[in-house]
């Protein structure tokens, strides 16, 4: 098995005024699987996914990333392994204001030892027309683009995205699930996307349901649909 998460807790605040944000949350993934998390808002999703990704600590439980455990790594030893094995897209893109297209995809480029050819890359992303412009001068749907390309570069084992259509139009966001989509085909990608939309989750090789910090079902999806074919 690809990921090992095991009886993950996670409490916020003490006292009278603890939450329970994830209360023993377990499931595994083969590799190039795509996974949803689904549920409503404060459900344990997205800490859940920062989690997995090294960026918050359990307070316990375990996760295994192709056989290496996180808990057992050192704050250095994390930052290595979310750098060499790790892709991060969230709803904010989070893109570097004064470099280009072709720069910010670099970034990610740099960081890997792996990395994937950033020209062949532009041209899967379709930003070939605009690779040599800042941020500000992209939309929406571009400025995503630009934040999947950034992650995909690196040749990461594991993408991890975290309401990636949140912030766009129901048809720019079509174009970026078809995108994601794309990039599980062509390199492979083992993904886990965090969102909270019953029709985005169609697109998933399986749909993890989560309420009130438990996985309350798991299960695979028998009737895939593909991302162009969904009505949002």
């Known amino acids: 098995m690809f990921i090992e998460i095991t009886d993950i807790r996670k409490d916020f605040g003490a006292g009278d005024n603890v939450t329970h944000a994830l209360s023993g949350a377990s499931f595994s993934m083969e590799k190039g699987e795509m996974v949803v998390l689904l549920g409503p808002s404060g459900s344990g999703k997205s800490t859940l996914l920062n989690i997995i990704g090294g960026i918050e600590s359990a307070d316990a439980g375990t996760v295994e990333i192709?056989?290496?455990s996180i808990q057992g790594m050192t704050e250095r030893?994390?930052?290595l392994f979310r750098r060499n094995?790790?892709?991060y897209v969230f709803q904010s893109y989070n893109l570097i204001p004064n470099l280009t297209v072709r720069e910010n995809i670099e970034v990610g480029a740099y960081l890997s030892k792996n990395a994937l050819k950033v020209d062949e890359?532009?041209?899967v992303l379709g930003l070939r027309d605009h690779e040599n412009k800042v941020p500000s001068q992209l939309s929406g749907g571009q400025q995503q683009r630009t934040s999947i390309g950034r992650a995909i570069v690196k040749n990461p084992d594991l993408l991890l995205c975290d309401e990636p259509t949140g912030a766009l139009d129901s048809d720019t966001s079509k174009q970026i699930l078809?995108?994601?989509e794309e990039?599980?085909?062509e390199y492979g990608t083992s993904i886990i996307m965090v969102?909270?939309?019953e029709v985005i989750a169609k697109m998933a090789d399986r749909i993890i349901r989560l309420k009130d910090g438990k996985i309350v079902?798991?299960?695979k999806n028998n009737d895939k649909v593909k991302a162009g074919e969904l009505v949002l």
């Open 178 to 180: 078809e995108l994601i």
């Open 77 to 79: 030893q994390r930052v």
């Open 195 to 197: 969102t909270h939309n």
């Open 121 to 123: 890359l532009i041209e």
């Open 66 to 68: 192709n056989g290496e």
């Open 183 to 185: 990039v599980k085909k």
């Open 217 to 219: 079902s798991d299960e």
């Open 85 to 87: 094995h790790l892709g």
